[in-house]
């Protein structure tokens, strides 16, 4: 019998499926984060209207989603030659491998870029930022601790947000994914983002499982952390025996399980 490897990540199913079973494994998919277009089209248009002024000194990108769909849904008022440019003349900031990547695969290159926010405002340190204009791409969470950072450094902020992001609909199969694991049925479980290690616990909780989940994860079943904010999240509550490649990629990560799983 193959061994198993879940996947719960939203996007890239297929993509990572074939790699998955490249390695001589199977893979499960079971999304804990559902993504919803959530377009505030008047605070793009605001943010697009300072972009045009060259009020804007800063672009902030918080995700590698967040990137797609500002440059996506921009079209709508203008050219996608036209937003380039005017990004250009700002100094971009990226939070994130992916937002890094989708950014230089239009060509605009972050000045700034780390895996966290938290090692992101260290890089800030060196920056005047009083009274400087940052226009700020949210991802489906707002996350007040990058506003109160930027604010006590005396910038001011234009955000939009594009899309939102929620616990699946379909609690059901979340609880044939607990099943699974309570079962060690499943020989490692990977989690791509801090929302979905969130979700994951906030399920468990909910259905009394907490305890058991725990008791497993880590020890019987092999927990996979893409990168430093998934990591977080899986110390947040609780988890401390992982794997987190030194390449923060999902490909590096199941090359990883997939050689522990082997060793076992």
């Known amino acids: 019998m193959k061994a198993k490897i879940v996947l719960t990540n ?5 993509e990572l499926k074939k790699f998955i079973e490249s390695l001589g494994l199977e893979c499960l998919i079971y999304p804990l984060v559902e993504i919803n277009p959530k377009v505030d089209r008047d605070s793009l248009q605001i943010l697009l209207k300072s972009l045009k002024a060259r009020e804007i000194r ?23 030659e036209e937003l380039k440019e005017l990004l250009n003349y700002t100094e971009i900031w990226a939070r994130g ?21 938290k ?8 920056y005047e930022l009083k ?3 940052i226009g700020v791409v949210n991802y489906g969470i707002v996350d007040d601790e990058v506003y109160k950072f930027l604010e006590s450094k005396g910038a001011k902020i234009l955000s939009t947000t594009l899309y939102s ?32 290690v969130d979700n994951f616990f906030e399920l468990a909780r909910k259905y009394s499982l907490i305890d058991k989940i725990k008791e497993v994860m ?14 977080e999240a899986l110390e947040y509550h609780g988890i401390k025996d992982y794997i987190m490649p030194e390449i923060y990629t999902a490909p590096i990560l199941l090359k990883a399980l997939a050689d522990k799983i082997r060793k076992r």
Do not use: W
Request: net charge positive; aromatic share 10%.
């Open 10 to 14: 939203p996007r890239r199913h297929e």
């Open 58 to 80: 800063y672009m902030l990108f918080l995700t590698g989603q967040a990137v797609k769909d500002f440059l996506a849904y921009s079209q709508e008022f203008l050219t996608l």
């Open 97 to 117: 491998l992916k937002a890094k990547r989708n950014l230089e695969k239009e060509g605009l290159k972050p000045k700034l870029f780390a895996q966290t926010f």
């Open 119 to 126: 090692e992101l405002s260290y890089l800030f340190k060196e």
């Open 131 to 133: 009274d400087s204009l």
């Open 165 to 196: 992001s929620s616990i699946p609909k379909d609690e059901g199969k979340v609880l044939e994914l607990f099943n699974l694991i309570l079962k060690r049925e499943v020989n490692a479980i990977t989690f791509m983002s801090a929302l979905s």
């Open 218 to 231: 880590g020890k019987e079943v092999l927990v996979g952390s893409v990168g430093p904010v998934s990591s």
